[in-house]
């Protein structure tokens, strides 16, 4: 396994602020999974964050990426539901998968509530 983490972050809102950066691999605390993302898809959402609409007072550096797909490569110690060559899907809003927006829409969304 790569010890590097790359990823495309912002330093300052702006299409232009968005940019390659090299960092080290985070460890997964008990109940996170730590994923080799394989594909990653910049929403409308994440053209707003980006834009410095939706969330106007963001901390920097920040990696817009609201849904991505990979594989398992690290669980934390508590982790009982997945296992290490998993195939998952990382989504916003959990609570949701499909149809009309729910009322747990502003509630409940993972890494930018």
Do not use: C
């Not at 106007?56 to 550096?61: E, Q, T």
Request: no cysteine.
């Amino acid at each position: 396994m790569s010890t590097e983490n790359r990823s495309w972050q912002m330093n300052g809102f702006g299409l232009s602020r968005l940019k390659p950066a090299d960092g080290k691999l985070p460890q997964p605390g008990p109940h996170d999974l730590l994923v080799r993302v394989t594909a990653v898809s910049l929403n409308y959402k994440d053209r707003m964050i980006v834009d410095g609409v939706l969330i106007p007072d963001l901390s920097f550096p920040f990696v817009p990426t609201s849904d991505a797909v990979g594989e398992v490569v690290a669980t934390g110690s508590e982790v009982s539901r997945f296992g290490i060559g998993q195939r998952v899907l990382g989504q916003v809003i959990a609570d949701w998968p499909d149809g009309d927006a729910p009322p747990v829409l502003h509630k409940h969304t993972l890494g930018s509530s």
